[in-house]
């Protein structure tokens, strides 16, 4: 079973557990019924944002959509071995590999991503914190009103509840280390 379907079989499972419909889950999430059905078909993978929406609609952690494997302490993720999450995102600029993957009592969501030139994402807002390092290239934060431009070795940590994008600031990608964290 690719990502998509597994993500829709469990994103149908839990919402029929709590026996609400389609449209309660859209109005709980403030998401688009039409991409609800996409998600629970397997047609579509949702950004990370939709999911952390879901997660919190359906009373589950981030990762109960994302693992499909139990591994025990430590988990170690070699920079070799990393894969790419099939995301939404696929045709823009953002790529995700997940790096807490089959640790299922995590509480936090480690996300090595790469950020191509451009910057067509629009804001997101998800109750909890971002933790971002910049590994590579100039990234450009957008939090609130206010813009800032971090270089490697610079960190960012802040409310998610305030819209915030982050971008490549110039014509070459970026590579950042994110965690996120989201309130059970």
């Known amino acids: 079973m690719d990502e998509a379907n597994m993500l829709g079989s469990r994103v149908r499972m839990y919402r029929e557990r709590l026996g609400i419909t389609v449209e309660e889950l859209a109005e709980r999430t403030g998401t688009n019924i039409v991409l609800l059905n996409d998600i629970e ?88 914190e971002e933790f971002i390092v910049v590994l590579s290239g100039i990234i450009e934060l957008t939090y609130g009103k206010d813009k800032y431009l971090l270089e490697p070795g610079d960190s960012t940590y802040y409310n998610s509840l305030v819209p915030h994008k982050v971008c490549a600031a110039d014509d070459r990608p970026a590579e950042i280390l994110a965690v996120i964290y989201v309130p059970f």
């Open 41 to 128: 078909e397997g047609n579509t993978y949702p950004a990370v944002g939709v999911l952390i929406k879901l997660s919190r609609a359906l009373g589950q952690r981030l990762g109960t959509f994302t693992d499909d494997l139990f591994v025990k302490d430590p988990l170690i993720i070699r920079a070799s071995e990393r894969t790419e999450e099939v995301s939404a995102h696929r045709a823009s600029e953002y790529r995700y590999f997940p790096l807490g993957e089959g640790k299922t009592d995590r509480h936090m969501e480690p996300l090595f991503v790469r950020i191509d030139p451009g910057c067509a994402e629009t804001e997101s807002s998800h109750e909890g």
